[in-house]
């Protein structure tokens, strides 16, 4: 490097010149920012994918994250040389009519004395078939020097610009391919586009790397065999792996000119522990007296492993409790299976001789205590209420006007209404583009200030039907039968629900479903067989279906019991149901009698008092 540096002290400059010298020169692999040694056959571990992204094609979704520390040996400073890397990837996905996608996101770290290097990338791949994959990564690579190990005659040395260096992108590709259950094999090659990582004014681009490797089951036993040719030289790897599938594994090999023992522990569902150790059998190319790797991998289908070995089906058949009905592959559960109605009937009695303004001067919760009994306001859908205003303005030649303009409309509405209404409103109008949205908005007396109102939320978002406006009735003035200018009606009927609606949660309860859903269907159905609801799709089943309790023609169930399953078609032709879980429907009939008389006592004024009785 042709840089300026101000002299350093011997000790200082021997101890990074050997470390760099080991780093660049010592460790092939670093210059491609891989330190990773596994077998890019080998479906059974959760960094395969860093060397194959078409693994990942082939295994459950994962998350790993780990950390190697290389002792160079040569120089003082011990384990300051680290590589940590992440994985977190998934398979089997749906894009659009396409299925069988996977994709997810990778990353090292490389830590030395004198410079970091990362690397980033993000891979996607397809199966192809039952027993093929093919995927490729794609990301970029950073190499930059540690400012603060060099003295530099000026800040602004010319050398700094050299002390970092970008390289996008950098290409990749694997196949991984299981031509018998014993068997899997698979080649990647990694830098197709030879990326230049050159920190100076020369080139020096990175050199393709290829690598080929086959993993064979015997029973609780594994075989691994790899080749991979890099930086000009081709190394082959051999290891032997015992494991039990509910404890973990235990491998050792030899490649790479390094001797390796591994070792992985399945702490709970889905979660393992691993810990590794290379010795290198070559220290002048490795300049490395061995490497300590541990890390954690999270299996986000909780198995025990990233894929469940096909070779060990009738040993597993053997160990464990009989295989799961397909019937409930799929479990459904409902967050509620109990709705209670209450349905309250209260009758009021005035006695005629109040005032107006002694009814108007009573507390007003003496005739509208309890829960929500005030009397039902008119409601009608905001997409519905703006077309008949409009109808009406065009029929009786505008009887009011509004601003045509948007910013007009903006501009009268803050004549009126505080900044955080007007928030509100923006807000409630961006939530009606949600089809599970449903609510009621209570609108002024006055019809300009209505239709101003309906106005102003079209244009943040579409009006629908889902938006229930209520006018209140609040411009006539008190009469005898109104407290402070509300009706006060004779009768009230109100409903409460325990429960509004009703979640329903799915999850898959096989550990490993061969054969997905082509179409499924969620009933619920009365006790007679009737079907209330029938949600159908194809292919995937959604995670939670949300349900209001009501029957086709919209009113609430009546009381009973009912029952709800998932019904679902495999794409082996069979048809399977799962079993029929309860939902039960309760109401409760409660009679209020509140009435307003009035008593005279000895010491004081006349005043009236209500008695309130419940049956």
């Not at 078939?129 to 995927?135: C, K, M, V, W």
């Not at 003496?366 to 303005?393: K, W, Y």
């Not at 109008?429 to 300009?448: S, V, Y």
Request: with cysteine; hydrophobic share 45%; aromatic share 10%.
């Amino acid at each position: 490097m042709k840089c300026t540096f101000a002299l350093m002290t011997m000790n200082r400059m021997l101890r990074h010149f050997i470390a760099l010298l080991a780093v660049l020169l010592g460790c092939g692999p670093v210059a491609a920012q891989n330190l990773i040694f596994a077998n890019v056959a080998d479906r059974g571990d959760a960094r395969a994918s860093l060397l194959n992204p078409a693994v990942a094609m082939m295994q459950d979704p994962l998350f790993t994250l780990g950390s190697k520390a290389l002792h160079y040996g040569v120089v003082a400073g011990g384990l300051d040389l680290r590589n940590s890397y992440f994985n977190l990837s998934t398979s089997n996905r749906s894009i659009g009519k396409f299925d069988h996608f996977g994709y997810g996101l990778q990353g090292q770290v490389l830590q030395t004395p004198l410079y970091n290097a990362v690397a980033m990338y993000a891979i996607f791949g397809k199966k192809l078939h039952e027993n093929f994959a093919a995927g490729v990564n794609v990301g970029f690579i950073n190499r930059a020097f540690d400012r603060g190990q060099f003295m530099l005659e000026a800040e602004d040395d010319p050398a700094l610009a050299r002390l970092s260096k970008w390289v996008f992108p950098d290409l990749g590709l694997g196949v991984v391919a299981v031509p018998h259950r014993y068997v899997t094999v698979a080649f990647s090659v990694a830098h197709l586009t030879r990326p230049d990582i050159s920190m100076t004014a020369e080139t020096v681009r990175l050199a393709r790397a290829f690598s080929l490797g086959a993993a064979v089951g015997m029973g609780y036993f594994r075989a691994l065999i790899g080749v991979s040719h890099d930086e000009g030289e081709t190394l082959p790897t051999l290891g032997f792996e015992s494991f039990r599938p509910d404890l973990g594994f235990l491998k050792v090999a030899f490649g790479r000119e390094a001797a390796s023992l591994e070792g992985s522990v399945y702490v709970m569902q889905g979660v393992s522990l691993s810990y590794r150790y290379n010795h290198p059998m070559n220290d002048l190319r490795l300049a490395s007296s061995g490497s300590h790797e541990a890390g954690i991998a999270f299996n986000f289908r909780k198995n025990r492993t990233p894929y469940e070995p096909e070779w060990l089906k009738a040993e597993y058949a053997r160990r464990e409790p009989p295989a799961i009905n397909p019937a409930t592959a799929f479990v459904v559960r409902s967050v509620f299976d109990t709705l209670k109605m209450v349905d309250k009937f209260i009758y009021r009695k005035i006695d005629p001789t109040f005032t107006p303004k002694e009814l108007a001067s009573l507390p007003a919760n003496i005739l509208f205590s309890a829960d929500s009994l005030e009397p039902v306001l008119a409601e009608t859908g905001a997409q519905h209420l703006l077309f008949n205003i409009e109808a009406a303005i065009k029929d009786a030649a505008k009887k009011f006007e509004i601003p045509d303009d948007s910013v007009g409309i903006v501009h009268a509405m803050r004549k009126d209404h505080t900044p955080g209404y007007l928030e509100f409103l923006r807000d409630l109008a961006k939530q009606m583009k949600n089809p599970k949205f449903h609510t009621r908005l209570i609108a002024p007396a006055d019809e300009k200030r209505v239709y101003l109102l309906l106005k102003y939320l079209s244009l943040y978002g579409p009006l629908n039907n889902r938006l229930e406006i209520a006018i209140r009735d609040s411009a006539q003035k008190a009469e005898p039968d109104r407290l402070a200018g509300r009706k006060i009606p004779e009768f009230v009927f109100h409903r409460e629900l325990s429960a509004r609606v009703d979640t329903f949660k799915f999850a898959l309860n096989l550990t490993d479903l061969r054969r997905g859903p082509v179409t499924w269907a969620f009933i619920v159905e009365d006790g007679d067989g009737n079907e209330l609801l029938n949600y159908a799709g194809e292919k995937q089943i959604p995670h939670r279906y949300v349900w209001d309790w009501r029957a086709p023609d919209g009113e609430l169930l009546q009381p009973g019991a009912y029952f709800y399953y998932i019904r679902w078609k495999s794409s082996d032709g069979q048809t399977y149901t799962s079993p029929r879980k309860r939902l039960v429907v309760s109401r409760e009939n409660r009679r209020i009698a509140i009435e307003i008389m009035r008593r005279k006592d000895l010491t004081t004024e006349p005043r009236a008092t209500a008695t309130i009785i419940v049956n």
